[in-house]
Structure formats: C-alpha cells, structure tokens
C-alpha cells in the first residue's frame, strides 16, 4: 500500500489512534463539513466532467481510473473484480482491532444523456446555477463560486446526484478524519458499481464469486434521494420487482366484427375480466393469500405515520381524487406487494382502429414484492388464481388441439429482476446510523421501512447475508434520470456531515 | 329518349308486350343464361378494365361515362345526381301499365388496390384462371376463353364479384329478355354508386336530396357474396353499426410504479372492470334492457336453422373452441346487438414496456344494432350503465377541478355509422324474390333474415321508407377487399339466371 497522505503516515508513525470523532455535536460536524465543502466541490466538478454512461466501455474504463486514484490516494487498497461486463472494484481501509466491518455500496456510472434537452453547453461540464425571483435558472461563474456558495444554488450535471454527489461526500468525509488523525473503530469497504443504470445484469454472479471478498457486518448503500420534505431520512429497504406478461388468445387471425360480434369470444374482453378478476373496486388485490404474513404492529405504524409525507400535496400533484385503498396512508400502502396492470393491448385504437374481433390482448403486470412475500410465491399465487378462472395455459401460442380443446387460453411469461429487503429498525446497523444521523442533524430522521422502488442491490443481503440500510442524502427533486440533473449544494454539504457523522460514530 | 336496341324498337311499333318470360323454368332459364353468357364475360372483361378507385376523380368520371353508355344503349334514360362528392347515376326504363317501380342498387367503384400482391400484371388487366390438381391457379388464354369455359374457373380482377361482375349480369339479363322482346310488368330504376368503399358519405344527403327520383315501391341490393355453401341466397337485412370511444383517465401524467404502485388508481383496471361489467362469462351483455324488444317466433327460427351453416366448421376455420352464448347458432346469434371491443390500449407492451402507472386506457367498441335496438337508446344505456359503475364523464380530458373531485374520470365518444334495416319475409317484395328464386333454381333460397355486417344503404330504407332485400349472387370466397379478387364464373352465369329469373317474376 502506497501512503499519500501526512494524516496517514501520522497516525502509523505514532500508533494513536485518536478516536475523539463521535463526540462531535452538530455545530462541530457543521462546521468541519463547512471547511471541507469547497474542496469536495472542486473535486466533484472534477469527477463529473467524465462521462459515465455504462454503454461506453471507455466511459467506464475512465472512470475506473478516476476512483482508482480517488481511493488510493486516500490510503484504500483498490481490488477490480472482474464480472464479465464492466468491472466491481473495492476499496478497503483498515484499522487495527476493528469491531466490525461496514460495505459501503456507491454508484459510479449515470444515466444515458439526450444533451440536446440539457440547459447547459454538456451534461459533462458541470454548472453551479442560482435561481433567480422568477424561479429560472441562472448559470454562475465558476470563479465566482470558489469566493463562495449558498445552500439553494445547485451543480448541475449528469450523475451529480445519482451517484457520483454521494461518493464525493464520502471522500470528503474521510479527508476530514484523516486531516484530524481519526479513525472509525471498523474496517471499511467500498464496493463500486459501473452498471448499476444497466440494472446491474453482473452484479448477483459477481457477489457470489465474491463473496469472501465483500465480507462484512453490514452494507450501507450511499444512493437515493432523501424524503420529498428534504429532512434526514434512512431508508431501512426496498420493494423487488417481478413482472409477468399475459397473452389471452381470441380467434387464430382477427375477424370481421360485424359477420361474428356475439359469436366469436372476444380475447380482448377475456382479458378484462381476467385482470378485474384479481383487484378489488378499491385496488386490493383478492387472489388468495396475497397478503399472507403482513402484519404491522402500532410501535411501526407510528414510524410509518411519522414520515412528514403531505398527502394531500401528493395526490394534488398527481391528479388524484383518491387513493387505492390497500391502507390509508401512502407509507403504510408500499409496506403490500402491489400488482400493477403496467401495458395493456389488443388491436388498434384511434386512426388505425378496425372494425375486428382481435386475436390477442397482452397485459404486462408488475408486482412489487416485499420480504413477506416470496416472488415466485405471489407469482404461483397469481397463476393458481387465473387457473381457477378456467384458463388453460400454453407456450407462447396455442396450438390446433389447444384450440380444438380449451374455451380460455392464456400465455403466462415471469421473471423476477430483484428481490425486496428490509432490515429492522432495530437491528446494529439501524441502531448505529439512527445515532450518527440524530447527532449530525439534532433531530429525529425521517425513518423510511421500505421504499416503493426496486433497487439491484438484493444479492448483497440475500448472498452475503448482511443486513443494509440506504442513507440517501440528495434533494428528491433533482432530475434524476431526466436532463438537468442536478444536486442542491445544502444536501451536498450536508452529506458531508452524514457521512462525517457516520465515519465517527462508534460500535 | 334515343332507341337503340331493335327489341325496343319492335316492342314499340307493335305495341305488344310479351310476358312469356315468368313461365320459363330452371331449364329454359339455364339455356338462356348460358348462351349469354359469352358475350356478357367480354363486356365485364371491358367494365373490370377501367380502374375505379374512388379516391382518383379520373376513376370515377370514366366509370361514369362507362355505365352511360352500359344503359343507354339498352334504353334506359340516365340522369346524373350530384352530391358534393363523387356522383349517384340514376338510369331508369318504365313500361306501359306498370304495376310496381322497383329500384335496383349497385356498386360500381372497388377496393384500392396494392398491385404489388396480386398475381397478375394488374389488377385492372382481367385474367381467367382454372385451378390445376395441386390447387394452384393457372391463367388462360383468352382466346381459350372464348372458345369454352368452365363453371369452377374464376375471373380475377378488381371488382370482379364486388361489384362490378353483378352489374355485367343484370345487363346480360336485360339483354335476354329485350331479344325476346320480353317485358317486365315493373318499372326499373337503377341506382349506381361510384363511393360505396368510401362508406359512400354523401348518399344519406343524396337520399333525402333526389326523394322523388328515387321513389320506388322496393328495393334489390345487387351486391353481396352467397352464403357460404354457394346455395342461392336471399339477405333480408343487415346489421347497423354504431362506435364508441372511451377514455379512462389515471394519474396526470404516467407515475413510477414502484413509488405508486398499491397508491395511485390504475387506469387500466378501471377500464377492465368497466368492460368486465358489460358482458357476462359467456359473451352475453349484462347491461338492463340491452336485449329489450327482440323476440324470435318458432316459425322464424326455423327458417334461421334451415340455413346450412356448417358450424363445427366455421369454429375450425377460425380456431375456437366454443362460441359466445348470446344464442347457441350463428344465425340466432346474429339476431341481436353485439357489444365488441375491437381495440383496446394503455402504456405500452412488449419491448417499449416501462414500469410505470399508465395515465390512461383507451377501449374502442363497435355495437352491431338490429332494427329492434335503436342506436341511440343502445347507446344510452351502455353510457347509464357507465354512470351507474360510478363514473363521471369528461369531455376530451378531465379538468384540474374534476381530477379533485372525482374518483372515476371517463370520456365517452360515438357515432352511428349506419343503422340496421330488415325485411319480412313475407312482404311482397320477399316472397316475390323468393318465387323467382325457387323458380330458377327449382330449390328454396337460403334466407338469411339478417347479415351480421352493415352495409351504408341504410338511407334507403329509412329515407324512402321502401323495404330492401339483398339478391347476393357472388361466390363467398372471392378475395373481396384483398388482392386476387375473383368471380367464379358458374357464379356468374347463376348470376344472369338470378337477374332473368327476377326480370320475368311478374306483379
């Protein structure tokens, strides 16, 4: 291992280990991230000038470069694993008697770019811009933001939150502790993802061939936004997804409607009844069992209540008189697997409309599961119910027979992408951030049970066994995935001082 | 008027008006029939060589000029009624003494054509073909042609059988019996629309328009395939259609159904609850009063059997195992309105699936109306039905005030294409047609009381107030619509049989 820094070499010259960190209070933690932002800044504008869509083998390539240097420099031992695709690489730090070791998952590639819908000259040359009194975005010089920033203004560029922000928070972070010769009583390790907007195919294989390697305690993924209020929040999890597409099969070729409409069933109408079949009118499902082994007690009803969500803002927002009623509430509604009717087709409508009985309908369904629920459980569950509806199934088409034989045909496609996870509130690692984050924010966080989207980390809980909690630091509305993505400069700082908080909080 | 036909001439001079022709049975009439035959498949090898697509004004004014001269040169007195599109031709031959006024209609303009998949030079170039022992079809030379055909051999060309081939045998037929100098006891007019495959949008304005020219005591549809046995065939009416687009509206724009899914109300199931309501399991709709007024007596339902629907086959033809239960024939079946989802749409399926909460479901519908069912109340009572499933109805889309109040946002668009008509079997005109009929075959008509398509002569029937039946006299596998239309050329000698027969049924 090549030493780089004088706080390294320091702190194994003396043997001290000065661990004073975790009696940091707010007011010191805000100002140590305060003194480090402008340097975190520079080296994040940095960092976002390399284009990083995963398409691009050199995009990665390059940025395997970059978080090479990043993390040596910084005293971490880099190992690339290799995936068949674009590479994992994981960057380890020790510390002598260590209690325990922590896996840090980061994010380093981003989203494909369309520049032609950026406001700006690249989505690969960052801007910091202000908001003026009209709401519209001005673009900052950038030597007039070294003299200095305000919370409000944002730096704009691909992946400046999703998630190369949250690495450059990191980094910033472990400058800070090494400048003042702290160290955390835990081993460090940072698992980088070069795929994760390909929804990382690689990953599970990688994590078992691997799995020697990613050992540790627990796993805490730096990605994702914070809650819409903008508050400190811990995501304890997060949904998986199945999806499923159904293929109701009607006449062999489309028939006149008009020589066989009350004669020839029509498959468009057999799928309607199908889907309806499985959802109450208040969009719960009522397949047997679906909701088997949920049961939330008042002690997580209260968390689940207490995330400052404003519904009301919410459905406005969206256009809703009502919702589903799954539960009352949106946080206690995510805690269900859903099943969501996500495409629906048969024939044609508006100008290509004809006058037909179609051959097929397809409906492409989506379940988002939770840890109660087994995918191919639901998914059994699901099937078993269209059976009970009198379908026969077949392989992709039916065949002469299958015709001859059966009124209801249906074809049945699944696949799972990833699993849910939830880790306990009250598990160490849960216990262990929710401290770190109380004493860097002097506030209770936003505790988040589960989130409603997917995210590919699941191999890391269900192979490794380690249980995972997500601490997002971004503003939630920062175009992620859209053109002018961009990260708030308060939540940048303020990212700094979590992960501060959390390098200095103690097992 | 300008005489040109000697038989007119004698006719007039004399003053004799010779009625043999009603005594004329199958035989005579066969013999007849088959010596004009020859010289009638010339002049429809010259008619089928004049392209008439209705969408080229050039197509229309030759074809126009054509059918001039078709019924001039056979006395017959045209007149041109302009309708703002494409014209009507209105030719019309009175005798002395004439005891009814009988309007024939007739379609002279065909299907575009896509030269390309026809297996000839062109699809305005006729050809005759003789299927050889592998079922392949061979052309023949014309001069072959000429010196004898057979019944199973077909001439393909544009039009061949829809419609311009029963226009060439009502002239043959006019030709027989003007060379016996053989006269109807009835007044002739003949109605010739040159935009019937446009759905002829002018003729309702047309009708109301020439009220007087038209004015007739009935009214023969020369147009339409034979049932499909090829047995001569009698239609009595056709089924109207009416359409409806609804639109089921969701979140304002599509949401992440990861985020929303179990939350925001999904579109797509709305719509398919909505669609599951109307019907039943086995097809027949469920909505109050939408059968109302139908009933079928024992006699007409075995008129309705004696059709020889051979319906294990028509369900092995188009690959179903069982058909909807509005009745347990297709020719009851057809007896009643249908309710058809003829396309149906939301988000997307297959690869350009996203997963998402569509913001909208759009269901095309088609309603088959009979002349029990008025359009309008049908139509009513789908939307009552919608009402009373809790919807609230938009126009277009819904506004920001609606999407506040309401739970269930529909919009509902129709319209009445054509409506139904049907004759008695027992009117005169039915049993009038049905003596010709049984005499030139020497066997009963297959008589369908109601064709399941709709056809747009509607106006003729509710405008002028005359009952229509159609005289189908083409062979039902024709290729009407598609490229290598045919016209069997037994169909086409049965066809002058089939005129002749009706020109010498006297009043």
């Known amino acids: 291992m090549k030493l780089k820094t004088t706080s390294l070499i320091c702190s194994l010259i003396f043997g001290i280990h000065l661990s004073f960190g975790q009696k940091l209070d707010k007011n010191q933690l805000d100002a140590l991230s305060a003194e480090q932002f402008p340097i975190a800044l520079q080296e994040l504008r940095e960092f976002l000038s390399i284009p990083n869509d995963a398409h691009y083998p050199d995009h990665v390539d390059k940025n395997v470069e970059f978080c090479d240097e990043l993390f040596k420099k910084r005293g971490f031992k880099n190992v690339i694993l290799t995936t068949g695709g674009p590479p994992l690489m994981l960057a380890s730090r020790n510390v002598k008697n260590a209690k325990r070791t922590v896996l840090f998952y980061i994010q380093v590639d981003g989203q494909p770019v369309d520049t032609s819908k950026w406001e700006q000259e690249s989505p690969y040359t960052p801007v910091v811009k202000m908001s003026d009194s009209q709401g519209k975005w001005k673009t900052l010089d950038w030597e007039k933001v070294k003299e200095g920033t305000e919370d409000d203004w944002r730096i704009f560029a691909r992946s400046a939150s999703d998630a190369k922000g949250p690495i450059n928070m990191f980094l910033a972070a472990i400058d800070i502790i090494d400048s003042k010769h702290w160290k955390p009583n835990y081993d460090i390790k940072v698992i980088m993802d070069f795929e994760e907007e390909l929804g990382s195919p690689h990953l599970p294989g990688a994590v078992k061939k691997y799995k020697d390697e990613l050992k540790a ?7 994702g936004p914070r809650h819409i209020s903008n508050q400190p929040t811990l995501t304890f999890g997060a949904r998986g997804i199945s999806t499923i597409t159904l293929k109701t099969f009607g006449p062999r070729v489309p028939q006149h409607s008009g020589h066989y409409g009350n004669y020839v069933p029509n498959p468009a109408l057999t799928m309607s009844k199908l889907l309806a079949s499985m959802k109450d009118d208040h969009g719960r499902v009522i397949i047997p069992g679906y909701y088997d082994g949920i049961e939330i007690d008042d002690k997580t009803k209260e968390i689940l209540r207490n995330v400052p969500d404003d519904e009301n803002a919410i459905r406005k927002k969206i256009g809703i008189a009502a919702i589903d009623k799954v539960s009352d ?4 509604s995510i805690q269900y697997p859903s099943l969501n009717i996500r495409g629906l087709s ?4 508006g100008k290509k409309v004809r006058t037909i009985i179609p051959d097929e309908a397809i409906a492409e369904i989506d379940v988002r599961t ?3 629920s087994d995918p191919e459980k639901l998914i059994q569950s699901i099937k078993k119910h269209i059976e009970t509806q009198g379908f026969h199934f077949v392989d992709e088409k039916p065949t002469e027979e299958e015709r001859a034989k059966y009124t209801k045909l249906i074809s049945f496609d699944y696949k799972t992408s990833y699993r849910a996870f939830r880790t306990d509130f009250n598990t160490e690692i849960g216990q262990w951030l929710y401290k770190a984050m109380k004493r860097a924010f002097d506030q209770e966080p936003v505790r988040i049970r589960i989130a409603g989207g997917s995210i590919p980390i ?7 066994g380690i249980p995972a909690v997500s601490v997002p630091t971004v503003n939630s ?3 992620q995935h859209s053109p002018n993505e961009n990260l708030r400069l308060g939540n940048f700082k303020d990212g700094i001082k979590t992960c501060l908080a959390i390098l200095t909080e103690r097992f």
Chains 1, 2 share one sequence.
């Open 217 to 223: 305690d627990m796993f805490v993924i730096l990605d």
């Open 458 to 464: 699941s191999p890391f809980v269900t192979t490794l």
């Open 329 to 332: 509430n949106y946080q206690e």
């Open 477 to 479: 509305d920062n175009n």
């Open 370 to 372: 939770v840890p109660e």
């Open 346 to 349: 048969s024939a044609w409508v």
